[in-house]
């Protein structure tokens, strides 16, 4: 059975800085690692996708790495802002369906 | 032009009552879901559909019946409602059985069970 594990739970860090969350699965066998945004009281949104052939995925600040083989993934925002703040998620697809973690709640200070 | 769509956003009932909740999506998927998120945020998957077949019926009770009358839309019913089945749930779409595709959700349905 797939679990996934985000560290930390929540972060709280100054304007401008750089950050790290993480996401670890404990079943290698995924087809693809999927990090999603989520504001309060909002659904999900989608930011990258992270094929299980790829080691990694940018967007704009944002940069998703994958290692397959140790079940690790971490999400890297660079120069934070106000307006990243949520709750960060990451889900492990494979086997027909997604295991979401936990998630990490981000504030980022102005 | 919204990707998956819910309704209603917001569902207050007593304890007891049949409520249902729809979900349609236009992105042309063959896959939909359901999921419960609660009141700790935690996501757990409920059901997914592909082609209007159920591929993954998760310990779900059985007061929850999903029904898809075409692979645009699924719909969650659910039967004699408890105070735990109050929630958020989402529904969302993927292309194919998630080996390549994304998974995109809805604005989730908040269900309040008084």
């Known amino acids: 059975k797939q679990e996934v594990t985000q560290i930390p739970a929540a972060l709280s860090v100054p304007e401008g800085e750089n950050l790290v969350l993480n996401c670890s699965f404990t079943?290698?066998?995924?087809?693809?690692l999927q990090w999603f945004r989520q504001d309060p009281g909002k659904g999900l949104t989608s930011l990258l996708l992270i094929q299980s052939s790829q080691r990694e995925q940018t967007s704009g600040r944002l940069n998703a790495s994958l290692d397959k083989s140790s079940g690790r993934s971490t999400l890297y925002i660079a120069a934070s802002q106000p307006g990243d703040s949520a709750t960060y998620l990451c889900a492990v697809n494979g086997a027909g369906k997604s295991t979401f973690g936990d998630g990490t709640t981000l504030t980022v200070k102005p | 032009d919204t990707a998956v769509s819910q309704t209603p956003k917001y569902l207050v009932t007593q304890m007891g009552n049949d409520k249902s909740i729809k979900c349609e999506q236009n992105?042309?998927?063959?896959?939909m879901y359901w999921y419960k998120q609660d009141s700790k945020k935690f996501l757990k998957i409920m059901f997914s559909y592909n082609n209007k077949e159920l591929i993954i019926n998760e310990t779900v009770p059985n007061r929850f019946s999903p029904k898809s009358p075409d692979k645009a839309h699924l719909n969650l019913h659910i039967n004699s409602l408890e105070l735990g089945d109050s929630a958020v749930y989402f529904c969302?779409?993927?292309?194919?059985?998630?080996?390549?595709?994304?998974?995109?959700f809805g604005e989730g349905s908040r269900l309040t069970v008084l």
């Open positions: 969302a779409s993927s292309s194919r059985d998630l080996t390549t595709g994304e998974l995109f």
């Open positions: 992105l042309g998927h063959d896959t």
């Open positions: 079943d290698s066998a995924i087809y693809n």
